[in-house]
């Protein structure tokens, strides 16, 4: 598709478990982010991912986060042993990694973790 | 990146202007301004961004003062579905990509 796709839309875990979310990024875009929002928060940035660059992981709150994009295009965030204040939606955004239009990132529709 | 300071929360008729203000009187010369917006349980939007001109795009307007120490965010007819939350954002340099640091942004109503 044309925009940025996200997968799964909605995640529902036991506490302790695993998860993973998809990223595709917009064809062409180098640069791609994540970010959460808790509910009635805003934008937290996680991390992210220009190029073959190594990413900026700045933002990720614990151990338990990491990320990875294989082949410059689809990124993957991991959740390990999942834990309650994880709930949240997770928002990955891609954009040009240069040039005047850095700044004009596309956001998919994001994915709605809960952790019970 | 300079910090930007946004009124909480704004009414505004439609079918009028709604006009969105943002101040951020430590920019650099070479920062931008950018503005998001994001509808309720939606990912957020890339609207317009500038650097000193004023610039009009299909969605909005953005005024930037002389100083550039604030900005105007203008929707010329607001629609009901012109309601959400509206970032400003203001970012070094746009030369290479880097993350946006959104803070709590403006929530606009739009009365019908």
């Known amino acids: 598709g044309a925009g940025v796709s996200q997968s799964p839309s909605n995640k529902v875990t036991e506490k302790g478990k695993d998860v993973e979310l998809r990223c595709d990024p917009i064809?062409?875009?180098?640069?791609l982010y994540w970010y959460r929002q808790s509910l009635g928060q805003g934008l937290e940035f996680l991390i992210y991912f220009q190029g073959n660059s190594a990413p900026d992981k700045s933002g990720l709150p614990s151990d338990r986060f990491s990320a990875e994009r294989t082949g410059g295009s689809v990124s993957t965030l991991t959740i390990q042993r999942t834990q309650q204040e994880d709930s949240a939606v997770y928002l990955c955004a891609s954009s040009f990694s240069s040039g005047i239009n850095t700044g004009e990132l596309f956001f998919g529709e994001g994915s709605r973790l809960t952790v019970l | 990146d300079a910090k930007t300071t946004q009124p909480p929360s704004m009414d505004c008729a439609e079918g009028r202007a709604a006009n969105l203000p943002c101040n951020h009187s430590t920019i650099s010369g070479n920062e931008y301004v950018y503005w998001y917006r994001q509808i309720h349980s939606q990912g957020p939007q890339y609207i317009i961004h500038?650097?000193?001109n004023n610039e009009t795009n299909e969605m909005a307007s953005l005024i930037i003062t002389e100083d550039r120490k604030s900005s105007t965010l203008i929707l010329p007819h607001a629609t009901l579905r012109d309601t959400a939350v509206y970032y400003c954002i203001v970012r070094f340099s746009s030369g290479s990509a880097r993350q946006l640091t959104f803070g709590s942004g403006t929530q606009l109503t739009v009365l019908p």
């Open positions: 064809s062409g875009h180098t640069a």
């Open positions: 500038g650097l000193k």
